[in-house]
């Protein structure tokens, strides 16, 4: 079964929001067997509207659109449906009943454009949308099938996840796709599919290995397709355990795991309590650690020493490091660590200190030059990068060093 | 001059990495005046990217590929556009010793496929890739325009800046799209439309307002298209002036900015050092002060105090109020701004603490109960969200909600 994806409206195509809903969609459609072939981003254009429809249509099996359904007036996806279908607009009572319930609960009054949301194309199946005002849309044209969602993130997952995927499930066929995706951290792209040659060479006709670098890190992904689900998936979890073998000490997770809730699962398993004491990340790495669900459970707290005086103040970094190594050397970095220990009463913790850019930077410590430190009550592990010019990619890739030598030292810890 | 930008890799297709190329060409070509027709994003399949090359190109005047130049043997793109043209691949000798001293000067080895990159179409003109391996390329088709890029985000934008955007700014036509965006914070998206109405009603017919909402902000975009490029910026600027005038105490910014380089230049004008206590949003509110360039010039650092006893012994919050009104209360976040003004040393300080989910909720204080506090020497102020089950979503939205009422604060401080 083959689904297009289209998002609608201009503020894709001019860059202003980046479209975060495909990329959920298709993951989900995946997990059902359902291949993507095609994800269209067009503009809020009547007539482009509906020859994208018609296009989509006539190459798959599911057409999922997005945007366009809100209560403003920037909104003509569904006239744009109703026009392809050649069908009238009809006022929905019972959309009409529950938007007003929604306000009246709210304590809020209406406006005229939620009465505007109601007018839907004649032959839709309305989809309850209980995160929202506007209504999804589901149309069944010939053997192919329309849906039509608002461009919200949460209402347009709402109604993926309650109303749309569960009626796909219905309607699969017999080709399964499947994946396998593998973490890795500390190597790049080439170096990885250097070690991965011979790997490569030996994978069966019907399976393909991708390599999906990030700041880092890169992902590879293994995928199979075939009829025979059973085999396939005794096939790719064979495979997996092969590459796997090739380079476990680059290795750190599978699937959507993050470093974060890899390091996570580590401190629960060893007992430990970390802490933080972060300059030039300024609160990401903290920020990355306290995304995973319970890290309350592990992860005290942090000092965020963005000024000198912070760093003495709070983390008892001496004033002769400072003026002998400045703020960014190993010597800075290991006190704020050994520091944090003391003041955030925790087992270990990672401290780090660097100029991020874009200003800061000297001949002999350009921007880009970053110092980190794990340590626990009896060690240290020191590491220098010598990274980018831009400010925001060197906070996201200290943020993803940092939690990688989190994991290997607490591996080496044991 | 229409383009269409064409990204291709299985990866997007299946969901496993967001897309943020396109939004960043499109912003670029914008700011051109070239009109981004579409978006596509297709799979790594020889025969799709042939076809979708050709419909490209038939339909636009350029055609932008980004992804699939990589040098792992996933990469079939320059191969497919090779057979679309029907002409050789060549091997590019001035490319390979570009890679060869490349990696000479990093004290490393070349693998073989990076000798693989250098084989080209042989219509292409190179385009020089500094940032990287695989080099970028050119071809003239007609009267259209074919430009193949790498995938990874900063050798794209390297190209982008360096080759194709200057080759296309003299190619240009005399139809002109201009983009004024008004940014606000404070109201939704239906409560705005309603303030807006009659606004909308005296817009010409060359205009359009698009309602961009994201997390307790919403963006408005005002787009007008002329071919008299100064007639058309004149009157952008009477319409930005006219709309701002009917909800001034909602707009924080324009275009590009953030609200926290706002915050940060209140902050400066003021002469004021900030600083912040963290609990629930784990230290993303100080990620996003520092992110802005130049915050350490007012930002002087936080205290993450995840765990109560931080709470506690760094921040001074007193046992009693912990105990009486617990860590998610307007009297405890008050005691952390209290504490973080003392402890840092600073003019101001905002605190949070709440419970972001998906565990930790109770009757009394669900999930998405979230205090903040912003306070100086001689006052504070107290707010209290009742947000959503999920954990990132509170996380961001708060961020959000406490720039914003740093910034209302120091518009009232004076």
Redesign the interface.
């Known amino acids: 079964m083959q689904a297009t994806i289209v998002t609608i409206?201009?503020?894709?195509?001019?860059?202003?929001?980046?479209?975060?809903n495909?990329?959920?969609?298709?993951?989900?459609l995946?997990l059902l067997g359902i291949n993507?072939?095609?994800?269209?981003?067009?503009?809020?254009d009547h007539q482009?509207i509906i020859d994208t429809i018609g296009r989509a249509i006539q190459s798959s099996d599911l057409v999922l659109l997005t945007g366009g359904l809100?209560?403003?007036?920037?909104d003509i996806t569904k006239k744009a449906i109703a026009d392809y279908l050649k069908v009238e607009m009809e006022f929905h009572e019972p959309t009409w009943n529950r938007i007003q319930k929604f306000f009246q609960q709210l304590g809020r009054e209406t406006?005229?454009?939620?009465k505007e949301q109601c007018f839907i194309p004649k032959t839709a199946a309305v989809l309850l949308n209980k995160m929202g005002?506007a209504p999804g849309m589901w149309f069944e044209i010939g053997n192919s099938i329309l849906v039509s969602m608002p461009g919200?993130p949460?209402e347009m997952k709402y109604l993926m996840t309650h109303e749309v995927l569960p009626k796909f499930s219905q309607k699969l066929g017999d080709q399964h796709i499947i994946?396998r995706?593998i973490l890795t951290a500390g190597e790049g792209?080439?170096?990885i599919?250097?070690k991965l040659?011979s790997f490569?060479n030996i994978l069966p006709n019907n399976f393909?290995?991708?390599?999906?670098?990030?700041l880092g890190m890169v992902?590879l992904?293994l995928?199979g397709v075939g009829k025979n689900k059973t085999e396939l998936e005794k096939e790719i979890e064979r495979l997996k355990e092969n590459l796997v073998q090739r380079i476990p000490q680059l290795v750190f997770g599978f699937e959507k795991e993050t470093l974060a809730e890899v390091v996570g699962k580590l401190l629960i398993e060893r007992k430990k309590k970390l802490g933080?004491a972060?300059s030039c990340?300024?609160?990401?790495?903290?920020?990355l650690?306290?995304?995973v669900?319970?890290?309350?459970g592990y992860?005290?707290?942090?000092?965020?020493?963005?000024?000198n005086?912070?760093k003495e103040?709070?983390l008892g970094v001496l004033v002769k490091t400072l003026r002998e190594h400045g703020a960014v050397s190993a010597e800075c970095v290991t006190e704020m660590a050994q520091g944090a220990i003391k003041?955030?009463?925790v087992d270990m913790a990672i401290a780090i200190s660097g100029i991020a850019?874009?200003?800061?930077g000297t001949e002999e410590k350009p921007v880009g030059t970053i110092w980190l430190a794990v340590a626990d009550r009896s060690s240290v592990q020191t590491n220098k990068l010598t990274l980018?010019k831009?400010?925001?990619?060197n906070?996201e890739y200290t943020g993803n060093v940092g939690l990688n030598m989190l994991r290997l030292f607490l591996l080496e810890a044991k």
Not at 70 to 74: A, C, E, M, R
């Open positions: 409206g201009d503020e894709i195509l001019i860059g202003q929001i980046i479209d975060t495909s990329a959920w969609m298709g993951t989900e995946n993507v072939k095609e994800i269209i981003s067009i503009s809020d482009q809100g209560p403003t007036k920037d406006t005229p454009a939620h005002t919200v949460y994946h995706t792209e080439s170096r599919a250097a040659e490569e393909k290995l991708a390599y999906l670098p990030n992902r992904r995928t933080a972060e990340t300024g609160g990401y790495l903290s920020h650690i306290t995304q669900p319970g890290s309350s992860f005290q707290g942090a000092i965020i020493a963005y000024e005086s912070i103040n709070q003041k955030l009463n850019g874009p200003g800061g980018f831009d400010r925001l990619k906070i």
